[in-house]
């Protein structure tokens, strides 16, 4: 991903892959940041990023076994229900009723 700030300042962000662990359902990968200002670099950065990976129907379970009833999946902030082609999704619902 490349970018240019309101004030000139040129911003690139890659990224890649470099493990997964699919019985931890863990991703890990390590992302790269620049920054340069009248085509100087002017900064650089990198962190390394471990992430757990959740499919759709496992967290609608989650928050079922949280209590929470009447759950709908939306895809991409819209209010169309989730496809293949999705890149996130938003969980509506609400808590149950003690009584």
């Known amino acids: ?12 962000l890659s990224g890649r892959l470099v493990d997964v662990d699919p019985l931890a ?4 990968m390590e992302m790269r940041g620049f920054m340069w200002r009248d ?8 962190h390394v990023i471990k992430m757990t990976v959740h499919f759709p ?15 709908q999946m939306r895809g991409d902030l819209t209010d169309d ?13 609400r808590k149950a009723s003690l009584g």
């Open 25 to 28: 359902q863990q991703v890990t």
């Open 81 to 93: 229900e989730p496809t293949a082609d999705t890149e996130s999704i938003v969980y509506i619902a």
């Open 1 to 12: 991903m490349r970018g240019t700030g309101s004030d000139g300042t040129d911003y690139k």
């Open 57 to 71: 129907y496992e967290l609608q379970l989650m928050l079922e076994r949280a209590g929470f009833v009447d759950i």
């Open 39 to 46: 085509g100087r670099l002017v900064e650089q950065d990198e």
